[in-house]
């Protein structure tokens, strides 16, 4: 008998029994709720079972707030199932109210804030998201009543290095893991499920620090302890091997990657429990690696076999079709078919989350197709793009930024054998480029072998765009009477319609002034660009 049926047949049974108390007539309702909505996943009966619980609290004189708050609680699960965030955090602020209120154990205000951190999480507020997970830390490691082991302990050190692994702070990430895995090996048996998946988390962080051996020793460690507990067919041998193919695919074993790609292939298409996207990621995955082998007609077939599926996947549910697209425009950028790499490069563009670390690839993606279209001003552009969003999200620790800035300089290489009017242009964003990456000294000298009288003829630019820009420049260097000179330049070079131009200059004469000490000279500077 399927566990849903189970329980729905033994929930009717004791429900019918006359000897059963409101408590528990209320454990049978949040338990009937639960397979409704995890296991059957509707969400219509779930709630019916939820509100019945709701009504034994509402019948009781005084209203029973123990079992209300178990009301609200589960409600608040369900309206996250259903991606309805805003009532899920109202929900949850009442459960906090009313056991604060009243004084409630522990473990539900502890419970609380996880699941608040959870659906901060879901709404990308990371910061939010943190600080409930901390709160509820900070109840268990201050409390003398709660065992030192407590079970939701290692659970919250895990969604907080998720939610640190998500704002790529990833040293931070690392550390929660580490104390949830110390927490799990003191509480569990050595083999358990639960540690096997915080060191496949783990392993995975390791991954995208680029710490590839320390990556595949985590994995193989997990691979033995999947393997002795589930079998050779899991779906979560499944997830191991797709992660091990894809530290493979990053490290340029192509063959080690297709081979363990398959294999997580095999499970997923064997698997009905897999979640589509995971299917559709590995598909993916294959795609990227036969592209890498020449394997064309390949890498074409598994990319619309994860197309298909991925099309399918309902709105509400987790969907990395950008994944998909970004390998379709490699694939068209080696068939040399721009206009249909273009195509899936923006719809890369379109689908990829904001604020998303995968906006990297996206981008250099997208360089790369302009670069070979010869549009080198573009593509420099989103070169640019994706550096800034690394150094943005992922700070300059454990992110290779080596081949963006070679592509950089090969896109101002060739275009100033074209135009070589345009060299002060590349120096500037070359300078930008070096200041970014810490090398100080090389942009200085690159903003300083420009000569003004260069600034007057670079193609689709004005000479006051192109100083201000070198100003800032020079002012992101710490140069300030460099930029103070150039700047001087900007404002006796501003032409009809570039007023914005002048206001913009006088606003950082401004703010180099009050760097430099030089009050009267701000207060100057910032009254003439309002004025402007």
Known sequence: MHDYQRVVRYSKILLEQSSITDDDRVDIYLTLGDAELHINGDFIKAEKCFMDVQQIALATSPCNYHILVLFYESMALLQIEKNNYTIALELLSKVLDIALDYSFESN?????????????????????????????????????????????????????????????????????????????????PSIHSITATTLCNIGLLYTMKRENEKALDTYQKVLVMVNEIFGDD??????????????????GQYEQAKEYLNKALKIRLNSPDVDADDRAA????????????????????????ALYIRSKIPETATNNIFDTYSVLARYYLSKSDYCQALRYCELAQYRCPYKSIKLVSVHQVFGDVLYQMEQFDEAISHYQTSIDIQLQLAGRNNVCLAELYLKIQNGFATRQMRCPNDLPLSQI?????????????????????????????????TSAQLSKDMAAAYYNLKQYESALRILQFTLSHITDGEHYLEAEAHFLMGTICWKLGDKPQTLEHLQQALIV
Do not use: M, W
Not at 430 to 455: C, F, S, V
């Open 108 to 188: 539900i205000i502890i419970r609380t804030y996880s699941n608040l951190g959870l659906v901060y999480r879901k709404i990308l507020n990371f910061d939010r998201a943190c600080e409930n997970y901390e709160l509820a830390l900070n109840i268990i490691t201050q409390s003398n009543t709660l065992p030192k082991l407590h079970p939701l302990h290692p659970v919250i050190h895990n969604n907080l290095a998720y939610t640190k692994q998500l704002q790529n702070d990833y040293d931070e990430a690392l550390k929660h893991y580490d104390l949830a895995l110390e927490i799990e090996r003191k509480s569990l």
């Open 234 to 251: 899991h779906p979560r041998l499944g997830v191991v091997f797709h992660n091990l193919g894809d530290l493979f695919l990053r490290t």
């Open 429 to 461: 964003h070359l300078a930008n480029a070096y200041t970014h990456e810490n090398r100080t000294k090389e942009a200085i000298d690159l903003l300083n072998d420009i000569h003004e009288d260069q600034l007057l003829s670079v193609h689709h630019y």
């Open 282 to 305: 590995t598909f993916t995955s294959l795609g990227l690696v036969n592209l890498r082998l020449g394997s064309f007609n390949k890498s074409l077939y598994y990319c619309f076999q």
